[in-house]
């Protein structure tokens, strides 16, 4: 019963996660193009307003990286604990 419960928790935190990182690649898309916008204002207007602000798409397009990353490993981590729960639970 333990074992279920457990399981059960980990796949709401699994959707939770993967509903998460869904989003967040959505929003790496759509920042992917404002980026590549802010550098080639910034390429033909060669001025300083230009290039910080492509430095700012391009800083937060990094951060949204990691972001996304970060829910990647968050989420093999959840696996690997219901494969675990699982295997105590069939073994």
Known sequence: MHIEKSLSGLRNQLEGLLNERRIVEEQILFQMDVAEEAKTRM???????ADRDYRIA????????????????????????????LDRMLG
């Open 43 to 49: 390429l033909i207007a060669e001025t300083p307003l």
């Open 58 to 85: 391009r800083d937060d397009l990094d951060r949204m990286h990691r972001e996304r990353d970060d829910l990647s490993a968050r989420i093999v981590a959840i696996r690997q604990d219901q494969d675990r729960l």
